[in-house]
Nanobody
Framework: QVQLVESGGGSVQAGGSLALSCAAS?????MAWFRQAPGKEREGVAY??????QYTSSMQDRFTISRDNAKNTVSLQMNSLKPEDTAMYYC?????????????????WGQGIQVTVSS
């Protein structure tokens, strides 16, 4: 069982920046970020699969995913935040390499961390 613990997040005004971090209990091929706004389905933000990165198109110009393989951590730098970015953000992982941002491909999840962007 891979354990994931998110940190960072919080509240910021529109146009501001936030950074999220996630620490994994072991090394995995994929690490990813997802988010879920109230009343909406969980959606993919970005993944890093052994260095291959992919973003949801609406976020790729504002968000950056990065990994520290030595520390088994993944970070998400979020810039130019908008009120519609308000959501619970989740870190996710899968042991086996796959180029995927499908939530059903990720068996391991963190508890989530709240990001609130005010206008």
């Amino acid at each position: 069982q891979v354990q994931l613990v998110e940190s960072g997040g919080g509240s910021v005004q529109a146009g501001g920046s936030l950074a999220l971090s996630c620490a994994a209990s072991e090394s995995t091929a994929n690490m990813a970020w997802f988010r879920q706004a109230p009343g909406k389905e969980r959606e993919g933000v970005a993944y890093d699969a052994l260095g291959d990165k992919q973003y949801t198109s609406s976020m790729q110009d504002r968000f950056t995913i990065s990994r520290d393989n030595a520390k088994n951590t993944v970070s998400l730098q979020m810039n130019s935040l908008k009120p519609e970015d308000t959501a619970m953000y989740y870190c996710a992982a899968r042991r086996i390499f796959k180029l995927t941002l499908d939530r059903y491909d990720y068996p391991y999840w963190g508890q989530g961390i709240q990001v609130t962007v005010s206008s």
